[in-house]
């Protein structure tokens, strides 16, 4: 495929996604950047994006060039975007290492769905614009603070000089305030003059999820204040949302499985029921809660279908616990899930 349809193809589908496409989307989208590079370079810890990419910057402007004629094409609005460093300095970002203004004013150019209506764009663009929460780590290995010394302290904090603790950083008169209380978390952070999020690298889930955020003490102060003298009210609202969630989910999972029968009509109703109920359960990371899922694409749908009958119908568990490689043991029983299809596809 040309990188001219390769960038549309990208850019496409990061508006159908978010209602609108960066440079940044489409440079992902292409595979010339993955999610920790973005991170690392949003984070200030590179001088600029082009350090990172695998591709020379005559070619980045050529993607450029047809990310721009098919935004035009497709009546997109062009929108300037601030890119802020998420370090102490709030330094602005660098998308070149010259800094060749026609490059850089091209990268920070999102292009903005023309459905949406001038306010939502106005937001979208606030938003956009906003500086990124500065992110404190909890260390998962040994190491050393590059001002100070000090080894395997508890937090830390990326910056130009390296790992920084917490002193070196002056963010050490800040306060932990663990995940988990949404309501506390975000009137701790609107009252903070100061705040950080505080994130852990995950092994299993191969990324960094969130842990909590650091805030000012008067603000937790306050925040707890505001939270006790409204929790019975805030009590109530989640229980009508939990109500309103339910209702949604067994609407949802009826949906999908009206779907699994149209694609599979031979597959039993209660099965197909089985199916939807297991892939669109609400915080489980399945295919059917994913975006293609929610829109019932007849891609998820299907995936619902073939890991349903690898679980149900096949050896493949057993194979697994037998010590046999997940990819050998899918390539052992992919004939017995091709047959279940077949006879559902009738």
Known sequence: MSLERRVASAAEAAVTRQKFVAAVDVLTGLGWLAGPQVDIWRQGRVADLTTLLPVPADKLAQALEYLQAWAERQGLVPIQTTYVAAARDRRPLRFTSGGAPVLERACRTHWVSPDLP???????????????????????????????????????????????????????HLEFLPAGDAALTRRSKKASGLSAVVVRWSRTRRRYERQGILVEEPALDQAERECLADEAA???????????????????????????????????????????????????????????????????????????????????????????PREVARDKVRPGIDRVLTSWAR
């Open 234 to 324: 805030r009590m109530r609202r989640r229980e009508r949302d939990t109500g309103r969630r339910a209702n949604e989910d067994v609407l949802f999972q009826s949906r999908m499985a009206q779907e699994i029968i149209r694609l599979f009509p031979g597959c039993p109703a209660e099965r197909a029921a089985a199916i939807a109920r297991h892939a669109g359960l609400r915080g489980s990371g399945r295919v059917g809660r994913s975006a293609a899922g929610r829109a019932l694409d007849a891609d998820a749908i299907t995936r619902a279908a073939v890991a349903s009958v690898r679980h149900e119908d096949t050896g493949y568990d057993a194979l697994l616990m037998s010590g046999i």
């Open 118 to 172: 001038e306010p939502q764009r106005e937001r979208l663009a606030e938003r956009q614009s906003k500086p990124p929460d500065l992110v404190v780590v909890m260390p998962v290995k040994d190491w050393a603070c590059a001002g100070c010394g000090v080894e395997n302290g508890d937090l830390l904090i990326m910056d130009n000089a390296g790992q920084l603790c917490l002193t070196c950083a002056d963010l050490d």
